[in-house]
């Protein structure tokens, strides 16, 4: 790969970076007080975006950005389909795995054997021990501490026990998925989907236009006589979360394409934005802009959002060469996982001390500094970690 290259596959970690910023810092706002409503989700019924509602769709079309990089890669090192798909399968599960855990948490219950802070910090060291970037997997050490990742999240998911529940201990069950597993859902269909159909661009635009598609029927009546199947065979997020993932895949094969000719690409994604944004106002005409719903006004629009946030970052990252910003939290892009878990463990600590912040330091627009500092401070420290070795990678 040359250096020009390298330097260009580098907006994407930069956008994944800049996300997964926003991400932390929008999940620490529920520490927060007096804070404006535009920060964080819009309520289901409303019908808007929040900036919490953006952040997650972005996202999710980054997974769709990197998967033509990373099925290129592993074919050219000589991985055949069936490998890969493999792969793919085992980072799904690995995804689904942890978002089950987590949403669980939100209905843990207070008269449980485990303390939740205790349960919720178990879990956490678990997903390290299991998915550690270890120097050399193969190495006794490396084996049996996985061994005991397993053990532990085996007997961690024994101990669960669900608030208000008849049933004492195993009581965990999916829910919605958690962010997670709802990434694992997405990466996973889209994924197999430019596996085998060798990447061909037709095909991946017909994916997204696809599960538009099916957003809106499944949005509508159109498919209610499938209702009694709804609950255990359908796509996530009524089709709005993969088609974004999808978009994801479509913009990056444009990026590839014209990789030489980056004014060219990005007056395509131009169009793309506005086609996308234009498609979601047309269809708020029909269905509200709701995240929590998973509407089709709600996926296109954050589609074309996210669209031109990329073209942005190319912009500044591939074009003006302006990356000196970038360095504090690139940890964020390339330890994306790590950086995402380790607010898990902070809060786990600090629910065992019974501390917070001063309610001045929490509230208004010193609160939101704050929340952007942690957010900043987690990055730092997961770029300690990456330093030394430690990272999760699927």
Not at 331 to 359: D, K, N, R
């Amino acid at each position: 790969m040359s250096g020009q290259t390298a330097h260009r596959l580098e907006s994407i970690d930069a956008y994944r970076a800049l996300v997964m910023l926003l991400m932390i810092f929008v999940n620490d706002t529920w520490t927060l007080i007096a804070i404006p409503g535009w920060i964080g989700h819009m309520p289901a019924e409303a019908d808007g975006l929040g900036l919490a509602d953006v952040v997650f769709p972005a996202f999710l079309f980054i997974v769709g950005l990197s998967i033509p990089l990373a099925i290129r890669s592993r074919l050219r090192k000589g991985d055949s389909r069936r490998q890969i798909a493999g792969h793919i399968a085992l980072r799904s599960l690995a995804l689904l795995i942890m978002g089950v855990f987590h949403v669980n948490l939100d209905y843990y219950a207070h008269t449980a054997l485990m303390p939740k802070g205790v349960w919720q910090l178990a879990i956490t060291v678990g997903f390290f021990l299991v998915w550690l970037d270890y120097p050399n997997p193969q190495s006794g050490k490396a084996k049996l501490m996985k061994a005991a990742g397993i053990v532990m999240l085996l007997v961690l998911t024994a101990l669960f026990e669900r608030e208000g529940h008849s049933r004492r201990w195993l009581a965990m069950e999916p829910h919605w998925w958690g962010i997670l597993g709802l990434i694992g859902w997405s990466y996973f269909l889209v994924s197999v989907v430019f596996l085998y159909t060798h990447g061909k661009r037709w095909a991946q635009g017909a994916l997204f236009a696809g599960l538009v598609l099916f957003n809106m029927g499944a949005q509508s009546d159109v498919f209610d006589a499938l209702d009694p199947v709804r609950e255990y065979i359908w796509i996530v997020g009524d089709g709005a979360l993969p088609a974004l993932t999808a978009c994801g895949v479509v913009v990056s094969q444009l990026y590839l394409l014209h990789k030489d000719r980056l004014y060219v690409f990005l007056r395509k994604a131009l169009w793309i934005t506005l086609a996308l944004v234009g498609s979601g106002l047309l269809a708020r005409m029909e269905w509200n802009v709701s995240k929590i719903w998973a509407t089709p006004s709600f996926s296109l629009l954050c589609a074309g959002i996210s669209t031109a946030g990329f073209a942005a970052v190319v912009y500044v990252a591939d074009i003006k060469r302006w990356i000196a910003w970038y360095r504090i939290i690139r940890p964020a892009g390339t330890s994306t996982l790590t950086c995402y878990l380790l607010p898990y463990i902070h809060y786990a600590l600090l629910g065992f001390v019974g501390w917070q912040l001063p309610e001045i330091l929490r509230t208004g627009a010193v609160g939101i500094m704050k929340s952007l500092a942690y957010a900043l401070l987690i990055i730092i420290f997961t770029g300690v970690l990456e330093r030394s070795r430690i990272r999760l990678k699927l």
